[in-house]
């Protein structure tokens, strides 16, 4: 990856929407060769897919919970269940696997707090866990989809 991918990956992050002549544009190449690098972005897997970013607050999903997870079991038969079930859940847009006293944390988004207790009930009868411990945001400071690039 050179410095014109960078640029075309910054580009797309900011506005996926963008036309690929106005693309063209901003990094400084014809529309053909700015097209064939995109499209081997996209195959190379770099650029996983372009969605629209939405405001959870606005479509009544108001409660974000970090959620963290202890289990007494870290087979990859155990692994392999638990994540088909998280997979499976539209509530979890994050699911990470963690090193240190934490196994894993998902970021859950659900409308309010008999929502996330509806999860929360699936959630300890989908596997043992040792431990389940859930962190509510009150505020969202912060939220970035965009990875900075080194140049």
């Known amino acids: 990856m050179d410095a014109i991918d960078r640029k075309i990956l910054t580009e797309l992050q900011a506005n996926a929407d963008v036309s690929v002549q106005e693309l063209a544009n901003r990094v400084g190449l014809s529309q053909t060769p700015c ?21 959870p607050e606005k479509i ?3 409660l974000t919970v970090l959620v963290s997870i202890e289990t007494g079991d870290h087979s ?3 692994l392999t269940k638990f994540a088909a079930f998280i997979s499976a859940q539209p509530e979890v847009l994050d699911m990470y696997r ?3 006293d934490t196994d ?8 309010d707090m008999a929502a996330y207790d509806a ?4 959630l300890i009868a989908a596997a043992p866990l040792k431990n389940v ?9 912060k939220a970035e989809t ?5 140049a």
């Open 146 to 150: 965009a990875y900075p690039l080194p």
């Open 35 to 55: 097209w064939k690098r995109v499209q081997k972005l996209e195959q190379d897997g770099i650029i996983l897919k372009r969605v629209a970013l939405v405001a």
């Open 76 to 78: 990859i038969e155990w």
């Open 104 to 111: 894993y944390i998902l970021r859950v988004t659900v409308a």
């Open 98 to 100: 963690m090193a240190g």
């Open 133 to 141: 411990t859930s962190r509510f945001a009150m505020e969202r400071i």
């Open 119 to 122: 999860f929360y009930k699936r």
């Open 60 to 62: 009544g999903l108001g």
